[in-house]
């Protein structure tokens, strides 16, 4: 095999990781996450995830649905949260079609859309790249599969490696100017009133993705404990496809502890508390980080409640 052959099929690799391809409707409903409090136990029995069951995409959700602590509700059928969508079947394309798009933000990297390729969209759309940093995430992935060897992949990705990398990549999400003013734009599209549906995406659909829905959902006064819920769900989408994953690099030999990659594949509260953290230790409190980090002065914000929540 030629050495350009063995960097794709080890890049596809690295790509299978974060990108479903699975029909998810086994696992349509996610169920609510720890330390969920008793009050708000029945509401959140009443707000069933919606999502949208794709044969080449695990993770896409209606983001609307959730009550807020104003009494309100956010709307459905606005702003959609997906895994990447380069993978479509054609009856995909026409099931996306149907909710009738007219922004699609791709929070992905370069060398992401290198490897995976662009998005399978319905014609006349095309999608905004935005990139946020992974932190090399993707290219230490594709590193530790290629290297086929369990030793180097130890080193790299165990002792708890793995999951420090995360909590540093959730980290930036919040210091990284780059980064903020990402997420920042595409709240403000989302508060434009002029802006038809609006579905943003990473390669997963449960960090950077996951990232934007929390703090959406927060600025939104949905209350903390459904927000993250909504965050920890990408466990319960992913959860079959993930192992699938996880089984096949361990039969072609390439990585005899495959286990080594769940800090990657999953999310985690510990993740999501070290971006509200650092949040905290840089702008005091999540209003903060809204109007300081972020940007966004109060007419947009209550732009964005008044489109979103009825």
């Not at 495959?258 to 230790?281: C, G, N």
Request: hydrophobic share 40%; glycine share 10%.
């Amino acid at each position: 095999m030629s050495r350009a052959r063995i960097r794709l099929v080890t890049a596809a690799a690295a790509a299978a990781l974060t990108v479903g391809t699975l029909p998810a409707a086994a696992y349509a409903a996610a169920a609510p996450g720890a330390g969920v409090s008793a009050r708000h136990h029945q509401q959140q029995q009443a707000e069933t995830m919606r999502q949208i069951p794709l044969q080449g995409a695990v993770n896409l959700r209606d983001v609307g649905g959730y009550r807020t602590w104003t009494g309100g509700q956010v709307r459905q059928g606005l702003v959609y949260r997906s895994d990447a969508l380069s993978k479509l079947t054609d009856a995909d394309v026409t099931t996306v079609s149907g909710l009738g798009l007219t922004k699609v933000v791709d929070f992905r990297i370069p060398m992401e859309l290198q490897y995976d390729g662009a998005d399978r969209l319905p014609t006349g759309l095309s999608p905004t790249s935005r990139p946020v940093s992974d932190l090399g995430l993707y290219g230490t992935l594709v590193g530790a599969i290629g290297s086929g060897d369990p030793v180097v992949q130890e080193q790299m990705l165990g002792g708890g490696r793995a999951e420090a990398y995360m909590r540093d990549i959730y980290r930036t999400f919040v210091s990284s100017p780059e980064n903020r003013a990402q997420f920042a734009a595409t709240l403000r599209e989302i508060a434009d009133a002029r802006q038809g549906p609006v579905l943003y995406h990473c390669t997963s659909g449960k960090d950077r993705t996951g990232w934007m829905s929390y703090v959406l959902l927060r600025a939104l006064a949905v209350p903390e404990d459904t927000a993250e819920r909504d965050y920890l769900a990408s466990n319960t989408f992913r959860a079959a496809y993930d192992a699938r994953v996880r089984a096949g690099l361990k039969q072609s030999g390439r990585m005899q502890n495959p286990d080594l990659l769940i800090p990657l594949q999953e999310v985690r509260q510990d993740y999501l508390d070290a971006a509200t953290a650092q949040l905290e230790a840089d702008y005091g409190g999540f209003y903060g980080y809204l109007t300081q980090g972020l940007g966004l002065d109060l007419r947009t914000l209550a732009k964005l409640q008044d489109r979103m929540v009825r």
